[in-house]
């Protein structure tokens, strides 16, 4: 990391101005302190109602991620899939299409499955509005990136370990775009509390909320962004199998280990 990357972190951390939109598409959200009053708007797009009926809380523990590393973000909850962590093709390309609407700057899917032209058209359609879509890679222990985290548009993320390597059940290859922590990660779980989870879906919303805050320091022409916050991304974020994975975390966040990785 050389000193030009660490002032644009370190500007990045100070900058405070309206607070940007991070839209979770997931599995709803449930009741917490730390995010009840974060969220600005929430759509069902399943038919089910409110809350966060998956048995892990994944859609509340996502968006804990995204609200933690980006303290000045108001959340956009999109519940797209069912108690079993499943959702139609329709249901996420409703949720997506929803989040646009709703002005969001940043998009975050932490979920991958069967390709699907009408969940391409939608993505496609909201990068075209400059929203930076963050996605999963998928936990196929090293398998291709799956959709839609392997289109070229969106920022593809695959989960690494506390030494900085891929974690052993994170897809990988080409298509990725960076790293982020996803191995015991703590968040919040409906009802109150916390739990750690691990997989992609938690290194996702790492790099979201980080884009947000990209988005609250370099606004610039909206339709812009994801050329720009990749050209970021590679001048700020550290190479991969580096060591002092906490140093940037601990002058970013006071210790609560923020890092980037990109590939190489």
């Not at 370190?10 to 940007?20: D, E, I, Q």
């Not at 108690?83 to 991958?112: H, P, Y």
């Not at 069967?114 to 359609?125: H, K, L, N, Q």
């Not at 906490?246 to 002058?251: F, H, P, Q, S, T």
């Amino acid at each position: 990391m050389n000193v030009k990357s660490l002032l644009l972190l370190l500007c990045l951390a100070t900058t405070v101005s309206a607070g940007p939109r991070i839209a979770v598409v997931d599995t709803g959200i449930g009741a917490h302190p730390e995010l009840d009053k974060r969220v600005l708007a929430f759509r069902d797009a399943t038919g089910t109602g409110s809350g966060d009926p998956h048995p892990r809380n994944h859609g509340t523990h996502v968006a804990g991620i995204a609200a933690r590393m980006a303290p000045n973000a108001d959340l956009l909850i999109a519940k797209v899939m069912d108690r079993n962590g499943r959702g139609r093709f329709e249901w996420v390309k409703k949720g997506i299409e929803w989040a646009v609407e709703r002005d969001a700057d940043v998009i975050n899917l932490s979920f991958g499955g069967t390709p699907d032209a009408g969940v391409e058209a939608a993505i496609r359609a909201a990068v075209k509005r400059g929203i930076l879509v963050i996605v999963a890679a998928g936990n196929d222990s090293g398998g291709p990136v799956a959709f839609p985290a392997n289109l070229d548009c969106v920022f593809a993320v695959r989960a690494m370990d506390d030494a900085g390597y891929r974690a052993p059940f994170s897809n990988d290859g080409p298509e990725i775009r960076v790293s982020a922590p996803g191995v015991d990660v703590e968040s919040c779980k409906a009802g109150g509390g916390y739990r750690k989870l691990s997989g992609t879906s938690m290194a996702a919303p790492w790099v979201a909320g980080v884009a947000a805050r990209w988005v609250d320091a370099y606004p610039g022409e909206k339709e812009t962004r994801p050329a720009r916050f990749d050209r970021w991304l590679r001048l700020t974020a550290k190479r991969d199998m580096t060591p002092d994975l906490n140093a940037i975390g601990d002058v970013l966040l006071g210790g609560r280990g923020w890092d980037l990785r990109i590939r190489r």
